[in-house]
C-alpha cells in the first residue's frame, strides 16, 4: 500500500480513526450565511411592502380642481407629497377622468397656505404619517454593508489559510519548489569537469539509496553539505543531480525567498519547509545562495536579534539541530562567499561538509562541452578540444552561453550545421561582446590600430606572455579596439615573470601611443585598471616586494564584512606598499617601450595591416610580423579566471580612442 506521502505502507486496517470533534465556528465564519439573510430581507421589503391597488400620479392643479369638484375622498399627507382616494373611479372634472380610485400628487413649496381651509369645506378627510425611519432599518442600510465586505474578505482569508496552512495571506508558507522524483530532470550524467564534488556527493546519493548500510555501523551522514564556488560552476546542477541520483522530493528553495518585509515571516518559513521535507522523508533541502541569510550575525548595520534575517538565520540553525540525519533529511546549500557565512553554520552538526566546485580545467571543459552539444548539429571541422584550450577560466554556465551563441549565430548565417568559425565568433562576442557599429575618424583608427599592434607585438615578444591569438579594432563593449590573449594549458602557480609579462603586455598600447605619437590618450584607461591590481597583488599578497617582505598585508575578508573595518597594516607601510607598486609598473613600461622601439618595423607593419582588414587571426599576425609561434607552456590568467583582453576601455563621454 502506498500512503499519500508517496512511501510503502499506509493505515492499518484495524486502527481506529480519531473522532471528529465539532469546533465552535466563529460567527464571522458565518458571513456567506448572513449575506444571504441580508439580502432577502431587502427582497422581502422590496416586493412584500404594503400597497394598494392601481394608483396614479396627477398634478397639483388637477388635485385642486378635483377637491372643488368634491371627487376626493380622503387624503394622506406627509412632509412633501400627498396620496388619496377618489370617491369614483372618475373624477368629477375633465381633468380626472379616466383615472384610477388612489392617486399621489407632491406639493409645491409654495403651495398648500388655503389647502386645509379648502378641504374642510369640501368634507375631505385628511390623515397624516410620520417620516421617521425605523431604527432596524436605518441600522441595516447603514451598517449591512460593511459588515458584509468585512466578514467575506475574512471568510476568504480563513478558507485560503485553512487549505494552505500558512497562516494569514499564506505569508508564514514556505516557497520552496518540489521537484518530481519518479522523472529526474538532472542527473550526474549531466554532469562534468566537476568529478571531485561529484564523488563527494555520491556518498550522499547511497546514503539516500541505502540507510541501513551506513546506520547498522553506527555511522551517521553529514546533516548538511556546502556547495562553495564561483558563480556558474555547477554548484545547483549537482545540487539537482543528487536528487535525481537518490530519486527523492527535492525541496529547492532561494535564501532570499525567506525573507519579508513583515518580522518573524522568514523563521514561519523556515519551519515549514523543514516540516514538509520531515513528513516526505527521505528528502533533500537545497538552499541556493545561502550568504543571503547566513552572514554573520551581528556585522554590517543590523539590529541584534530583533533583525528579520538574523531570526530567520536562527530559526535555520534552530532546526538543522533539532532533526536527526537518520530521518533521511539532508540539506544542500550553495554560496560563492563562504568568507562571510556565520561561524554557528559551518560547525560539525549543521553543515559538517564543505565541497569546493572549482573552475574545469581543460579536460574537464572539453566534457562540459560535449555534454551541452550533444543536441547541436556539429560540423566536422569542429574540434571541441581546441575550443576546449581557448577557454581557460570558462565555467559550466559560460560554456553552455558560447554553445548557444554558436548555434544562434549559424542558423542566423542559414547553415546546416555549427562549424568552428562559428564558435570562434561566439567566443569573440562573449569574451569582448557584441561589435558596435559606429563610424570613427581616420585619425581614431590610427590610434586604435597602433594601440591594439602594441598590445600584440609585445604578447608575441615577452617570452612569459600568453599567446595572441586575435586582435581587432572592431569596436565592442566600451572598447574601440581589443586583443584577446589565452594560454594553451591550465596551471596553479604563477611565477613572477609571468606577472611582470602580463603587466607588460597591458602597457603596450600605452607605450606604442606614446612611441609613435609623443602623447598618450584616454585609450588605456582599462589596461591601467588590470596593471594596477596585479602590481598590488603581487606587493600586498604575494611577497613581490623586497622593501615590503615576504608578507601577506590583504585584509581579512571577514573583516570586510564589518562596519569599520581596519587596515591590517600602518600608514607607514601603506606609502611603502604604494612606492613598490609604481616601481613594479615603471620597470614594466619602461621595458615595454624599449621593446617596441627595437621592433619599430613590425609594430608599422601590424598597424597597417589592422587598418586594412580590422581583425586578424593568430596566423596573420605571425606572417605579418615575421616571429615564430610560442613553444605550448601552462598558463592562465594572473588571478585564475578567464583571459582577459587587453582592450582599451573609454569613458562613454569620451570618443578619442586607444
Given at each position: 500500500?502506498?500512503?499519500?506521502?508517496?512511501?510503502?505502507?499506509?493505515?492499518?486496517?484495524?486502527?481506529?480513526?480519531?473522532?471528529?470533534?465539532?469546533?465552535?465556528?466563529?460567527?464571522?465564519?458565518?458571513?456567506?450565511?448572513?449575506?444571504?439573510?441580508?439580502?432577502?430581507?431587502?427582497?422581502?421589503?422590496?416586493?412584500?411592502?404594503?400597497?394598494?391597488?392601481?394608483?396614479?400620479?396627477?398634478?397639483?392643479?388637477?388635485?385642486?380642481?378635483?377637491?372643488?369638484?368634491?371627487?376626493?375622498?380622503?387624503?394622506?399627507?406627509?412632509?412633501?407629497?400627498?396620496?388619496?382616494?377618489?370617491?369614483?373611479?372618475?373624477?368629477?372634472?375633465?381633468?380626472?377622468?379616466?383615472?384610477?380610485?388612489?392617486?399621489?400628487?407632491?406639493?409645491?413649496?409654495?403651495?398648500?397656505?388655503?389647502?386645509?381651509?379648502?378641504?374642510?369645506?369640501?368634507?375631505?378627510?385628511?390623515?397624516?404619517?410620520?417620516?421617521?425611519?425605523?431604527?432596524?432599518?436605518?441600522?441595516?442600510?447603514?451598517?449591512?454593508?460593511?459588515?458584509?465586505?468585512?466578514?467575506?474578505?475574512?471568510?476568504?482569508?480563513?478558507?485560503?489559510?485553512?487549505?494552505?496552512?500558512?497562516?494569514?495571506?499564506?505569508?508564514?508558507?514556505?516557497?520552496?519548489?518540489?521537484?518530481?522524483?519518479?522523472?529526474?530532470?538532472?542527473?550526474?550524467?549531466?554532469?562534468?569537469?566537476?568529478?571531485?564534488?561529484?564523488?563527494?556527493?555520491?556518498?550522499?546519493?547511497?546514503?539516500?539509496?541505502?540507510?541501513?548500510?551506513?546506520?547498522?555501523?553506527?555511522?551517521?551522514?553529514?546533516?548538511?553539505?556546502?556547495?562553495?564556488?564561483?558563480?556558474?560552476?555547477?554548484?545547483?546542477?549537482?545540487?539537482?543531480?543528487?536528487?535525481?541520483?537518490?530519486?527523492?522530493?527535492?525541496?529547492?528553495?532561494?535564501?532570499?525567498?525567506?525573507?519579508?518585509?513583515?518580522?518573524?515571516?522568514?523563521?514561519?518559513?523556515?519551519?515549514?519547509?523543514?516540516?514538509?521535507?520531515?513528513?516526505?522523508?527521505?528528502?533533500?533541502?537545497?538552499?541556493?545562495?545561502?550568504?543571503?541569510?547566513?552572514?554573520?550575525?551581528?556585522?554590517?548595520?543590523?539590529?541584534?536579534?530583533?533583525?528579520?534575517?538574523?531570526?530567520?538565520?536562527?530559526?535555520?540553525?534552530?532546526?538543522?539541530?533539532?532533526?536527526?540525519?537518520?530521518?533521511?533529511?539532508?540539506?544542500?546549500?550553495?554560496?560563492?562567499?563562504?568568507?562571510?557565512?556565520?561561524?554557528?553554520?559551518?560547525?560539525?552538526?549543521?553543515?559538517?561538509r564543505r565541497v569546493m566546485v572549482q573552475p574545469p580545467d581543460r579536460v574537464g571543459r572539453s566534457a562540459i562541452l560535449k555534454i551541452h552539444t550533444r543536441g547541436v548539429p556539429l560540423d566536422p571541422d569542429v574540434n571541441l578540444d581546441v575550443l576546449a584550450s581557448q577557454t581557460p577560466g570558462l565555467v559550466g554556465a559560460e560554456l553552455r552561453n558560447l554553445v548557444n551563441e554558436a548555434a544562434l549565430l549559424a542558423a542566423r548565417r542559414d547553415r546546416p550545421t555549427v562549424t568552428q568559425a562559428d564558435f570562434a565568433d561566439a567566443l569573440e562576442k562573449v569574451l569582448l561582446g557584441a561589435a558596435r557599429r559606429i563610424v570613427l575618424s581616420e585619425d581614431d583608427r590610427r590610434r586604435t590600430a597602433c594601440h591594439e599592434s602594441g598590445h600584440a607585438l609585445l604578447g608575441l615578444l615577452v617570452p612569459e606572455a600568453d599567446p595572441v591569438r586575435r586582435v581587432s579594432i572592431v569596436p565592442r563593449g566600451r572598447a574601440l579596439g581589443v586583443t584577446v590573449q589565452s594560454p594553451v594549458d591550465d596551471r596553479q602557480n604563477y611565477p613572477e615573470s609571468y606577472l611582470r609579462a602580463r603587466i607588460v603586455g597591458a602597457l603596450g598600447g600605452r607605450a606604442a601611443e606614446d612611441l609613435v605619437y609623443g602623447v598618450v590618450t584616454t585609450g588605456a584607461e582599462n589596461d591601467l585598471h588590470q596593471v594596477t591590481g596585479i602590481a598590488r597583488q603581487m606587493v600586498v599578497n604575494w611577497g613581490m616586494s623586497p622593501k615590503v617582505g615576504p608578507l601577506n598585508l590583504a585584509e581579512d575578508p571577514q573583516e570586510q564584512a564589518l562596519v569599520l573595518p581596519q587596515r591590517p597594516y600602518s600608514d607607514a607601510t601603506a606609502q611603502v606598499i604604494d612606492s613598490e607598486v609604481r616601481r613594479i609598473v615603471e620597470e614594466c613600461f619602461r621595458e615595454a617601450k624599449a621593446l617596441l622601439a627595437v621592433n619599430r618595423d613590425r609594430l608599422e607593419n601590424l598597424t597597417r595591416a589592422l587598418l586594412e582588414k580590422e581583425s586578424l587571426d593568430e596566423e596573420e599576425i605571425l606572417r605579418v610580423t615575421q616571429l615564430s609561434p610560442k613553444p605550448s607552456r601552462n598558463g592562465v590568467a594572473a588571478d585564475g579566471s578567464a583571459p582577459v583582453p587587453a582592450e582599451p576601455a573609454l569613458p562613454s563621454a569620451t570618443p578619442e580612442a586607444g
Open positions: 500500500m502506498i500512503d499519500r506521502s508517496g512511501r510503502p505502507g499506509g493505515s492499518d486496517p484495524g486502527a481506529q480513526r480519531p473522532s471528529r470533534i465539532p469546533r465552535w465556528r466563529p460567527l464571522w465564519s458565518l458571513a456567506p450565511l448572513l449575506l444571504i439573510i441580508l439580502i432577502d430581507l431587502l427582497v422581502l421589503n422590496v416586493f412584500f411592502a404594503p400597497s394598494g391597488t392601481k394608483s396614479i400620479s396627477i398634478p397639483y392643479s388637477s388635485f385642486i380642481s378635483d377637491v372643488t369638484g368634491n371627487d376626493v375622498s380622503s387624503i394622506t399627507s406627509n412632509s412633501s407629497s400627498i396620496s388619496g382616494t377618489f370617491r369614483h373611479e372618475t373624477g368629477s372634472t375633465p381633468t380626472s377622468k379616466d383615472k384610477a380610485l388612489h392617486f399621489t400628487t407632491e406639493l409645491p413649496s409654495f403651495g398648500g397656505s388655503g389647502l386645509e381651509k379648502l378641504l374642510q369645506e369640501h368634507h375631505v378627510t385628511v390623515n397624516a404619517t410620520s417620516t421617521v425611519t425605523p431604527f432596524w432599518e436605518e441600522l441595516l442600510f447603514t451598517f449591512g454593508p460593511t459588515l458584509v465586505i468585512v466578514g467575506g474578505l475574512l471568510y476568504l482569508m480563513r478558507r485560503a489559510a485553512a487549505s494552505a496552512g500558512g497562516g494569514l495571506f499564506n505569508l508564514g508558507r514556505s516557497q520552496a519548489r518540489l521537484y518530481d522524483p519518479e522523472r529526474p530532470a538532472t542527473t550526474f550524467a549531466d554532469v562534468a569537469g566537476i568529478e571531485d564534488a561529484e564523488e563527494e556527493l555520491r556518498e550522499v546519493v547511497d546514503f539516500l539509496r541505502n540507510p541501513a548500510k551506513y546506520q547498522r555501523l553506527g555511522g551517521t551522514v553529514p546533516k548538511g553539505v556546502l556547495l562553495v564556488g564561483l558563480p556558474g560552476t555547477g554548484k545547483t546542477l549537482l545540487a539537482r543531480a543528487v536528487a535525481g541520483e537518490a530519486r527523492v522530493p527535492f525541496f529547492s528553495i532561494s535564501a532570499s525567498e525567506f525573507i519579508e518585509m513583515i518580522v518573524g515571516v522568514g523563521a514561519s518559513r523556515v519551519r515549514d519547509l523543514f516540516a514538509k521535507a520531515r513528513a516526505a522523508a527521505p528528502a533533500i533541502i537545497f538552499v541556493d545562495e545561502l550568504d543571503a541569510i547566513g552572514r554573520m550575525r551581528g556585522a554590517g548595520a543590523s539590529f541584534g536579534g530583533h533583525d528579520e534575517r538574523e531570526q530567520t538565520l536562527n530559526q535555520i540553525l534552530t532546526e538543522m539541530d533539532g532533526f536527526d540525519s537518520r530521518e533521511g533529511v539532508i540539506v544542500l546549500a550553495a554560496t560563492n562567499r563562504a568568507d562571510v557565512l556565520d561561524p554557528a553554520l559551518l560547525r560539525p552538526g549543521r553543515f559538517d
